[in-house]
């Protein structure tokens, strides 16, 4: 049964930074893409940022070049790295995975599998 886990949400000021991580479980993971979607209070789920097995990322416009994520070497663990946050980047934070997507996969539907979330809070 595959199992993610994230971590490392909390409280910021606009400006800071702070790194979530998600640990997979239940299965061997080094094929499967892993992604990191966000939901904002009364918003729809939407994609963050994506990585394949062979480490390619994808990253949502309004993330791209503040934040940054990667694979650990055991290819069961992905990070997320957010600086610059913003209040806009208030949401709680999912970690998703499937075999059968694209690291270019941005439809939530998409992912089979979900962790429960953290929650990230930037202050203005």
């Known amino acids: 049964q595959v199992q993610l886990v994230e971590s490392g949400g909390g409280l910021v000021q606009a400006g800071g930074s702070l790194r979530l991580s998600c640990a997979a479980s239940g299965s061997t993971f080094s094929n499967y893409v892993m992604a990191w979607f966000r939901q904002a209070p009364g918003k729809e789920r939407e994609f963050v940022a994506a990585?394949?097995?062979?480490?390619?990322?994808y990253y949502a416009g309004s993330v791209k070049g503040r934040f940054t994520i990667s694979r650990g070497n055991a290819k069961n663990t992905v990070y997320l790295q957010m600086n610059s946050l913003e209040p806009e980047d208030t949401a709680v934070y999912y970690c998703?995975?499937?075999?059968?997507?694209?690291?270019?996969?941005?439809?939530?539907?998409?992912?089979?599998?979900w962790g429960q979330g953290t929650q990230v809070t930037v202050s203005s």
């Open positions: 998703a995975t499937d075999l059968y997507v694209r690291h270019t996969t941005t439809t939530p539907s998409s992912y089979d599998y």
């Open positions: 990585i394949s097995w062979s480490s390619n990322t």
